[in-house]
């Protein structure tokens, strides 16, 4: 395991908090204002101001006021100037000290969709682009395990249904980006698109939990927030999107990202490795859950057993997964995982045997 150092571990910190204040600003023109709105007994923050050129009244949904870092910054809307200059030179130390980056086109095309309002409408970077943001949450660097040739994003069906907002044509953003990016169509639904992928076979993809049977797997889910896109249904993919947390990918002056909390992305990893049919994806899912679980280990037992617990707690096939996906990892790892829970076990009110730690 290649440990950080608390220097830049600090910058990473820094220089997530400066994207995020920069992506909030190039969000909420100064000429606006935000305020709060109670939706079936909660509170969301909505922002309504002027786009600086036309004129044109605007009303955005932020987010739920539950989020201490919208709240906060919607609080003090004395708009923190925030410098290019200093995120790419953080940028640029970060990835001197061997923290992962994306690809050119990757990386731009999550910040096409981000600048796009993405992320601002509660979507979620998955997959392995959100694994190269987490080194600098869990304080270590990976050895492997960062190559891909997609990008996956995911919503929750409800909140698409519910913000009452979209994204402008997914497409047209992607093309502005790559003009040979076109729409996949599937033979389950060939009235909407889940992907799509440029010339050289690069893709995105837009995935949705799937709550229902697995009938409902091979069908498409409309998606009003996505811009003209539709997403791909999927098993285990609620707990993994569930409370999501904020990092920045390492492109340009680094880009704002909503991603799975690496506890329930190592989690989900060690489930859907023993469900893949492809070995080389089921080695790769192992290796990444292995790496969160050794990381983790050290200063987040509490996080890490907590997720265990949860998805142990969610039934019988969860249970079966969950056991078989452990087996799977290193001796080390395995090991790691089995002291962690075992350990702190009695503070969610769990004995280990009943949590599949053995007696």
């Known amino acids: 395991m290649k440990w950080l150092d608390h220097a830049t571990q600090t910058v990473f910190a820094d220089l997530n908090q400066r994207v995020l204040d920069a992506a909030f600003d190039a969000d909420y023109p100064e000429n606006g204002s935000f305020s709060r709105r109670t939706i079936k007994g909660r509170d969301y923050w909505y922002y309504t101001g002027y786009e600086p050129l036309s004129g044109t009244k605007i009303r955005k949904y932020v987010g739920p006021a539950a989020d201490a870092a919208i709240t906060a910054r919607a609080e003090a809307f004395d708009r923190i100037k925030v410098a290019l200059r200093a995120r790419l030179d953080a940028v640029r130390m970060l990835r001197a000290a061997g923290l992962p980056a994306p690809d050119g086109l990757t990386g731009a095309v999550v910040e096409k969709l981000g600048k796009s309002g993405f992320f601002r409408l509660c979507g979620v970077l998955v997959g392995t682009v959100a694994f190269q943001t987490y080194p600098g949450l869990v304080g270590a660097r990976p050895h492997g ?11 929750d069906h409800g909140i698409s249904v519910g913000i009452d907002e979209s994204v402008n044509d997914i497409l047209a953003r992607l093309r502005e980006v ?11 639904d060939r009235t ?35 811009g003209g896109a539709a997403a791909q249904p999927l098993r285990y993919l609620d707990f993994l999107i569930r409370n999501p947390v904020r990092s920045v990918l390492l492109h340009g002056g680094g880009v704002a990202v909503t991603v799975p909390a690496p506890e329930r992305y190592a989690i989900h990893k060690l489930i859907v490795a023993t469900l893949r049919q492809d070995r080389e994806k ?14 983790m280990s050290r200063f987040r037992k509490l996080d890490l057993a907590d997720m265990w617990i949860e998805a142990w707690r969610r039934g019988p096939k969860w249970r079966e997964a969950l056991t078989r996906g452990r087996t799977l990892l290193s001796p ?18 769990a004995r280990s045997e009943d949590v599949g730690m053995g007696g």
Not at 145 to 155: I, N, S
Not at 180 to 187: A, D, G, K, L, W
Not at 197 to 212: H, M
Not at 332 to 349: K, W
């Open 145 to 155: 395990y960062l190559q891909t040739g997609d990008v996956d994003f995911a919503q």
């Open 178 to 188: 790559d003009a040979s990016f076109r729409e996949v169509p599937t033979i389950a």
């Open 192 to 226: 909407r698109t889940s992907m799509f992928c440029n010339a050289s076979g690069f893709k995105v993809e837009f995935l949705v939990p799937n709550r229902g049977s697995e009938d409902h797997a091979a069908k498409l889910t409309a998606m009003p927030a996505l």
């Open 282 to 295: 089921s080695a790769k899912d192992i290796g990444q859950a292995g790496f969160l679980i050794e990381a």
């Open 332 to 349: 080390e790892a395995r090991r790691l995982l089995a002291e962690t829970v075992a350990g702190v076990a009695e503070e969610f009110g």
